[in-house]
């Protein structure tokens, strides 16, 4: 063991010491009770706080803030699709197709493409025939999907 090697592990060492020392002493760190996000307090450990203040928490946060008269912002997100296998690949929709390893959205469509203009898929053989399909992708759908 040379010396540049011996210098990489008494570092590797004493990081994972390091590490124990953090992770397991009693002392813990510092943690941050509120935080502001723009006009709004955010009370991050509001039990703990009202304990040592004797008062009510404290709990108030961006909602309280918004007019009434304004919509809940929420997210825009796709309810995830339930899929049971195996998936029947002639009848399977795009986010059930993305379900399977190895298929994302732009292979799915190319699946679904394929079962349009040539028809039901009846084997194997055919599913290789879509462009992106190989023999290792194959392999990994080919317990998961029917061909009825």
């Not at 990081?15 to 955010?42: D, Q």
């Not at 993305?98 to 079962?115: F, Q, S």
Request: glycine share 6%; proline share 7%.
């Amino acid at each position: 063991m040379n010396a540049s090697e011996k210098r990489i592990l008494n570092l590797a060492i004493t990081l994972f010491i390091i590490g124990l020392v953090i992770r397991y002493l009693p002392w813990g760190l510092p943690s941050i009770e509120e935080f502001e996000v723009g006009k709004a307090i955010v009370v991050a450990n509001a039990d703990t706080l009202s304990a040592t203040t004797a008062e009510p928490a404290n709990t108030s946060s961006v909602d309280s803030l918004r007019p009434e008269s304004a919509p809940l912002e929420t997210p825009h997100r796709k309810p995830k699709v339930k899929v049971t296998f195996p998936l029947n690949v002639n009848t399977a929709s795009v986010e059930e197709l993305c379900a399977l390893k190895g298929v994302g959205p732009k292979l799915a469509e190319k699946i679904i493409e394929r079962r349009n203009t040539a028809g039901p898929f009846k084997n194997a053989s055919d599913l290789k025939k879509v462009h992106g399909i190989g023999n290792k992708k194959l392999e990994n759908i080919i317990q998961l999907i029917i061909f009825d």
